[in-house]
């Protein structure tokens, strides 16, 4: 089975510090998983746990030192990712002067469009959120999940086939709305691959088919296996909180 997202062996170290006396810092360890299409996967960690560099990296905005990303079927280089990836992080930046559509219009010019297949797709998005009837408001009035809905609303300029999400719908209570789990449900039955990070499961729970824990930049299994569903379905990893060996150690 060909799966949309395919990660084998990926790690990430940050330096801090002068050169001399630069501190390595792991942030990504030994990751490998398997994401097919039409799938929604929640990514849950504590903040610090590697979240949102695994989520730059499999964008290919963040250069990893060892392990390999393939992007249906792609092995991604460098800062090159197949067309048709969409990555929202955590705080989009939005001009708080522009409208709603004029921001999406914004950052429809990104991409490869007609004038008319812009603003075609603009509106879509617009109305696939529940966001048409806030279009001609600034940012700057916008509640903090109206700010969210434009960022799921940016995701779906480009007709993408894979949606990464760093905590964009998370913490206003958004994964919990009928829109939004509706708006999510009908994306995957297209075949969009959809990843969500959030630092709580419960948020989670009700919108992912699979659940991965990442705990100090290790996807935690209870197999050695990367953390994958099998074409029947049956999942190959796990989908329950898991905890980390040093902290059983520490308890026991």
Same mark, same amino acid.
């Not at 299409?37 to 746990?49: C, K």
């Not at 709603?100 to 812009?118: C, I």
């Not at 729970?205 to 824990?213: E, F, N, T």
């Given at each position: *089975?060909? $799966?949309?997202?395919?990660?084998?062996?990926?790690?990430? =170290?940050?330096?801090?510090?002068?050169?001399?006396?630069? *501190?390595?810092?792991?942030?990504?360890?030994?990751?490998?998983?398997?994401?097919?299409?039409?799938?929604?996967?929640?990514?849950?960690?504590?903040?610090?746990? +590697?979240?949102? =560099?695994?989520?730059?990296?499999?964008?290919?905005?963040?250069?990893? @030192?060892?392990?390999?990303?393939?992007?249906?079927?792609?092995?991604?280089?460098?800062?090159?990712?197949?067309?048709?990836?969409?990555?929202?992080?955590?705080?989009?930046?939005?001009?708080? $002067?522009? =409208?709603?559509?004029?921001?999406? #219009?914004?950052?429809?010019?990104?991409? @490869?469009?007609?004038?008319?297949?812009?603003?075609?797709?603009? #509106?879509?998005?617009?109305?696939?959120?529940?966001?048409?009837?806030?279009? %001609?408001?600034?940012?700057?009035?916008?509640?903090?999940?109206?700010?969210?809905?434009?960022?799921?609303?940016?995701?779906?300029?480009?007709?993408?086939?894979?949606?990464?999400? @760093?905590?964009?719908?998370?913490?206003?209570?958004?994964?919990?709305?009928?829109?939004?789990?509706?708006?999510? %449900?009908?994306? %995957?039955?297209?075949?969009? *691959?959809?990843?969500?990070?959030?630092?709580?499961?419960?948020?989670?729970?009700?919108?992912?088919?699979?659940?991965?824990?990442?705990?100090?930049?290790?996807?935690?299994?209870?197999?050695?296996?990367?953390?994958?569903?099998?074409?029947? +379905?049956?999942?190959?990893?796990?989908?329950?909180?898991?905890?980390?060996?040093?902290?059983?150690?520490?308890?026991?």
């Amino acid at each position: *089975m060909q $799966f949309a997202l395919s990660v084998r062996g990926l790690n990430k =170290t940050y330096h801090s510090g002068a050169r001399s006396r630069a *501190m390595a810092i792991p942030a990504l360890r030994d990751v490998s998983l398997d994401v097919r299409a039409g799938e929604i996967v929640g990514l849950v960690g504590q903040p610090g746990a +590697g979240k949102s =560099t695994l989520l730059l990296c499999l964008a290919g905005l963040l250069r990893t @030192d060892e392990g390999t990303i393939n992007w249906f079927g792609e092995q991604i280089t460098g800062h090159h990712v197949p067309p048709g990836l969409a990555y929202v992080p955590q705080r989009a930046g939005y001009y708080s $002067f522009l =409208t709603v559509r004029e921001a999406l #219009e914004y950052y429809a010019t990104l991409h @490869d469009l007609s004038t008319a297949n812009r603003a075609a797709q603009v #509106e879509a998005a617009l109305r696939e959120v529940c966001l048409h009837i806030h279009a %001609t408001r600034r940012v700057s009035t916008l509640s903090a999940s109206l700010v969210q809905r434009l960022g799921l609303a940016q995701s779906l300029i480009g007709s993408p086939r894979a949606i990464l999400l @760093d905590e964009t719908l998370s913490g206003e209570g958004l994964l919990f709305d009928p829109d939004v789990v509706s708006v999510l %449900t009908r994306l %995957t039955r297209r075949g969009i *691959m959809i990843i969500l990070a959030a630092p709580n499961p419960v948020e989670l729970h009700r919108i992912a088919a699979r659940i991965i824990h990442i705990v100090e930049g290790r996807v935690v299994t209870g197999r050695r296996e990367p953390v994958a569903l099998e074409p029947n +379905g049956k999942q190959t990893g796990f989908d329950l909180p898991v905890r980390p060996p040093r902290l059983v150690a520490e308890q026991s």
